[in-house]
């Protein structure tokens, strides 16, 4: 810790850095969600006042879930008063674990792993999954998910405590599942890091463009599941995952400000990290069975072996777009797409699509279906078009650089 950093604010960056580990661990220890989620609350709090008395412990993570476990102990017995079993359940969990078990151990044996696996159980529904996953996982809030889902944040309320009860009454165990479970969960396990990621890469909303500790975290559980399943998806994931991430330094400047790829940096790119994911994602391709996680992962690829922007390869990237549209048809593809289409045909080639998907009347609410309609008036000449697409673009984001990236753009016209 910086000497000059007061211990609260080693604390908050603990909270932010370590708070769902350690709520992993919890529930595994606990067996129970909302137990754990009030134990975590009440390790932070005695961290706060007790770390400034006592000093920061060596080990700040196997403290909190230490603190954490006993507190909810200790909470169960309060309880026990008015509710006897109770008594028995927190005998039952004071000697499940002794203090010196290893309760952080990074072998494939994770606790956020296997917390992973146990939400994306194939008995919750799909929607269901992705909530309580992106809740309990990645820490993020209602409302934020409702954004994601473009729900109310009381439906995907109602949806977390659908799902905690039903892991509780079916008691679902807490575990990696066996090899031959694999294939009905591995699609929500990774589409659940695919989210984790992207939440990471562009928050969807707040004043920073990145979560840089969800991206980072998504690949190291990536990692991991690459270990346990060593199969053509899965490198693609996190091929795709290291690409993204190897440009974070590049992509804002010294004010927080959104770089887009033409203008950044290639010098700040982590090129071993390209490197390494290009290899993942030949392999990937090369395995068969490979889906539209690799294809997005070699879209990337091409980009970041590009030398300069000028000379990105726009005819290959058009092609996999072409193939992803194949595997999976979506509207946001085809939107990416005409960006691709537009560096290899010219702008009125882009907008002719964009106002395809807009004649369908999809993506409306989707701030980037303007920005790029924008953007291709701009290289036509058509200002005032441009304008107001910007301003429908800027209606729409939630989130700080990119609003101040619109407006940058707005005020050059």
Avoid at 27 to 46: G, S, T
Avoid at 107 to 135: G, V
Avoid at 208 to 225: D, F, M, S
Wanted: charged share 20%; net charge negative; proline share 4%.
């Amino acid at each position: 810790m910086d000497n000059k950093q007061p211990i609260s604010a080693y604390i908050n960056e603990i909270y932010r850095q370590e708070s769902r580990r350690v709520l992993a661990t919890l529930i595994r220890l606990l067996r129970d969600f909302d137990l754990a989620e009030e134990a975590l609350h009440d390790a932070f709090i005695a961290a706060l006042a007790q770390w400034p008395a006592e000093g920061i412990p060596n080990n700040p993570r196997t403290w909190l879930v230490s603190t954490g476990r006993f507190k909810a102990i200790d909470h169960l017995r309060r309880r026990a008063l008015f509710n006897k079993s109770l008594a028995g359940i927190a005998h039952e969990l004071e000697s499940a674990v002794s203090d010196s078990e290893d309760w952080l151990n990074d072998s494939i044996e994770d606790d956020q792993l296997k917390l992973i696996f146990t939400c994306c159980h194939p008995s919750l529904s799909i929607e269901a999954q992705l909530a309580l996953t992106l809740r309990e996982v990645c820490g993020l809030t209602t409302e934020e998910i409702a954004r994601a889902f473009l729900a109310t944040p009381s439906t995907i309320a109602q949806r977390i405590v659908r799902a905690k009860n039903k892991i509780r009454d079916a008691a679902i165990p807490y575990e990696i599942p066996a090899p031959y479970e694999f294939p009905e969960r591995l699609a929500s396990v990774l589409h659940t890091l695919y989210l984790l990621f992207n939440e990471g890469y562009s928050a969807s909303s707040g004043e920073l463009l990145t979560r840089q500790h969800l991206a980072q975290e998504a690949i190291r559980l990536g990692r991991l599941l690459l270990e346990l399943i060593p199969q053509a998806e899965v490198m693609g994931l996190l091929g795709l995952m290291l690409v993204q991430e190897s440009r974070s330094l590049a992509r804002t400047d010294e004010q927080g400000d959104l770089i887009i790829l033409e203008h950044q940096d290639r010098s700040l790119w982590n090129h071993a990290q390209i490197a390494e994911a290009s290899q993942l994602i030949q392999r990937a391709l090369n395995m068969g069975g490979f889906g539209v996680y690799s294809v997005q992962a070699a879209i990337a690829a091409v980009h970041a072996e590009a030398p300069n922007y000028a000379d990105t390869d726009w005819i290959e990237i058009v092609g996999l777009y072409d193939l992803l549209l194949r595997l999976s048809p979506s509207p946001v593809v085809e939107l990416n797409r005409a960006v691709a289409l537009s560096m290899r045909d010219g702008a009125s080639a882009g907008l002719q699509v964009i106002d395809a998907i807009s004649a369908h009347g999809e993506l409306q609410g989707y701030y980037l279906l303007h920005a790029a309609r924008a953007e291709f008036y701009c290289q036509l000449g058509q200002v005032d078009l441009a304008k107001h697409a910007y301003e429908q673009a800027l209606a729409l984001t939630q989130q700080e650089p990119e609003r101040r990236f619109l407006l940058s753009k707005l005020a050059s016209l």
